[in-house]
Nanobody, 115 residues
Framework: QVQLVESGGGSVQPGGSLRLSCAAP????????MGWYRQAPGKQRELVAR???????IYAESVKGRFTISRDNAKNTVTLQMNSLKPEDTAVYYC?????????WGPGTQVTVSS
C-alpha cells in the first residue's frame, strides 16, 4: 500500500509562515504531478499549488505571491512554503502525487491561522 508522508502543519498567527513537506515512497517510479490541495470546514477540496513534471508551478489565485511550491525528483518530495498566512488559509492540507495512472493522497495535515 502506497502511503504519502506529510509533515509541517500547525498553528500560526496571521502574517506568519509554515512549511509543508510530503514524501512519496520509492515504489512510485515515475511521478507526473506533485501538489497540494486544501479543504476548509464546509467547503470542497481545492487546488493550492501543483507542479507537473517538466512544467511550471500552478497556483490558486488566492495564494499567488505568498506560497511557493517546489519538488525534488530525486527524493520524491514536494514542499509548500507558505508565507504571509491569513485566517482564510485555515484548512486541512493534502498532498497529491500522480504517476500517470492514478492519484495518491496523503492523510492531510491541519493548518490553522488565528490570532
Amino acid at each position: 500500500q502506497v502511503q504519502l508522508v506529510e509533515s509541517g502543519g500547525g498553528s500560526v498567527q496571521p502574517g506568519g509562515s509554515l512549511r509543508l513537506s510530503c514524501a512519496a515512497p520509492g515504489s512510485i517510479l515515475t511521478i507526473k504531478i506533485m501538489g497540494w490541495y486544501r479543504q476548509a470546514p464546509g467547503k470542497q477540496r481545492e487546488l493550492v499549488a501543483r507542479i507537473i513534471s517538466g512544467g511550471s508551478p500552478i497556483y490558486a489565485e488566492s495564494v499567488k505571491g505568498r506560497f511557493t511550491i517546489s519538488r525534488d525528483n530525486a527524493k520524491n518530495t514536494v514542499t509548500l512554503q507558505m508565507n504571509s498566512l491569513k485566517p482564510e488559509d485555515t484548512a486541512v492540507y493534502y498532498c497529491l502525487v500522480n504517476d500517470f495512472r492514478r492519484d495518491y493522497w496523503g492523510p492531510g495535515t491541519q493548518v490553522t491561522v488565528s490570532s
